[in-house]
């Protein structure tokens, strides 16, 4: 099962400051719910998981991340992602082209191009569920990137901040926001942003 995910957002930073975070690795998975960095195997790969919390079960995947090509000069990245489920229940693969735009006044434009393959028993849900639960944690990766920004630009006492925790992505209230999208599309309306 194939589902292409278009998104864009823009952000009140320089290009050149949202260029640094986005294409540091250490930095942009503390924005990624759920996401940890595990191993650095060299600097264009690393290895990593991702835990979803259903109730009180919750379920990790295991993966590896390329950035396959990082251009500060475009600001253009492709990102390459695969992952299998610890159960050995599933395994998705992820392509991320990313390009950022200098707005002016202090303003960037983050657009990114996402093609997202998966088999095993999330397969079963289909492409548009696939859609609807990536469109809620985009949201939460949009909100967590502009405080980790906003959270950098302010003056500290010289202390880095501590690394985020990685906190299981909440999978419930997805559910219950894509049922609710899904009666909307139903009769016809536009689902909530």
Same mark, same amino acid.
Request: net charge neutral; charged share 25%; proline share 6%.
């Given at each position: ?47 990593? =998981? ?18 396959e090509k990082v251009d500060q000069t475009t600001h253009t990245m492709e990102i390459l992602g695969k992952g299998v489920d610890t159960k050995g229940k599933g395994s998705a693969n992820m392509v991320l082209a990313g390009k950022l ?9 983050? =657009? ?6 998966? =088999? ?35 003056? =500290? ?37």
């Amino acid at each position: 099962m194939k589902a292409n995910i278009d998104k864009t957002f823009k952000i009140e930073r320089p290009i050149n400051e949202v260029w640094d975070f986005l294409s540091d690795p250490q930095k942009i998975v503390t924005c990624v719910p759920g996401a940890q960095l595990t191993e650095t195997i060299d600097e264009k790969n690393y290895k990593g =998981t991702v835990s979803m919390k259903i109730g009180p079960v919750v379920s990790s995947f295991n993966g590896q991340i390329t950035m396959e090509k990082v251009d500060q000069t475009t600001h253009t990245m492709e990102i390459l992602g695969k992952g299998v489920d610890t159960k050995g229940k599933g395994s998705a693969n992820m392509v991320l082209a990313g390009k950022l735009v200098d707005n002016g006044d202090n303003t960037t434009e983050v =657009t990114n191009n996402m093609e997202v393959s998966i =088999t095993g028993k999330l397969a079963q849900f289909g492409s548009r569920m696939i859609v609807d639960v990536s469109d809620q944690v985009f949201k939460q990766f949009v909100a967590n990137f502009r405080g980790q920004l906003q959270a950098a630009a302010e003056p =500290t006492d010289g202390a880095p901040p501590p690394p985020a925790e990685a906190k299981p992505i909440k999978a419930l209230p997805l559910f219950f926001s894509m049922i609710w999208n899904a009666i909307l599309r139903l009769f016809g309306k536009k689902p909530r942003e």
